[in-house]
């Protein structure tokens, strides 16, 4: 298994330019989530989905939208990228409302 | 919106000696779970508590969940250098997690 897996490592973004960062899991897990961290801080949940079809907004949903149309994919969408963005990104997945296992991020900066 | 509250932000410790971070909920938690998260890397599960008055340990690692579900602690006893990174705390609330600020331990040899 590769667990969950994100597309891409790394990325710069113009202001004002989108982007679609990818995650992928072959657990099967229903639960997925979205995630940024900026230097020294904690996650921030972004968006989550219960399963194919379902999202809902975290905390920190402005600037961002997500789709879930398969289990196994879950892609984060940027419009309008602003300087705020800049973080690093995490995706997550988990069977249920506990262990959440996580890829291995993408880091964006937005200049 | 729901938070936790982690402390301390940082220490740093002589390899040996014994760490302890705190986290703190201002409403009860369905349960607490622990991660780790080394330099440059992705958040590790560590466990997860759920009993009030709980107590787990990993080997060196020793975590307590309070009696009210609403604070829990992590107790590290002699550290290595292998202990180095950030250890975060996440509170249930709900179905969603909300993650502590973490605290980063440094481990000088």
């Known amino acids: 298994n590769a667990g969950v897996t994100q597309t891409p490592k790394f990325r710069i973004l113009k202001i004002g330019q989108s982007m679609t960062l990818q995650c992928t899991q072959d657990?099967?897990?229903?639960?997925m989530y979205w995630y940024r961290q900026d230097p020294g801080m904690g996650l921030k949940l972004i968006y989550y989905?219960?399963?194919?079809?379902?999202?809902d907004k975290g905390e920190v949903p402005n600037g961002y939208n997500v789709s879930r149309s398969t289990t196994e994919d879950f892609p984060l969408r940027l419009e309008l990228a602003a300087p705020s963005q800049t973080s690093v990104y995490f995706c997550?997945?988990?069977?249920?409302?506990?262990?959440?296992?996580f890829g291995p991020g993408t880091r964006l900066t937005v200049l | 919106g729901q938070q936790v509250m982690q402390i301390p932000q940082y220490q740093h410790v002589q390899e040996g000696e014994d760490f302890t971070t705190y986290c703190n909920s201002s409403?009860?938690?369905?349960?607490i779970q622990w991660y780790k998260q080394r330099p440059g890397g992705h958040p590790v599960f560590l466990i997860q508590?759920?009993?009030?008055?709980e107590v787990k340990k990993q080997k060196r690692l020793t975590f307590q969940f309070g009696e009210a579900k609403k604070n829990s602690s992590l107790h590290i006893t002699a550290t290595q250098t292998t202990d180095v990174g950030t250890y975060f705390c996440?509170?249930?609330?709900?179905?969603?997690?909300?993650f502590g600020a973490g605290t980063i331990l440094r481990v000088k040899s």
């Open positions: 997550a997945s988990s069977y249920t409302y506990n262990e959440q296992f």
């Open positions: 657990m099967n897990h229903n639960y």
């Open positions: 989905s219960v399963g194919a079809g379902i999202t």
């Open positions: 409403t009860t938690l369905s349960n």
């Open positions: 508590l759920v009993k009030s008055g």
């Open positions: 996440a509170g249930e609330y709900g179905n969603k997690l909300v």
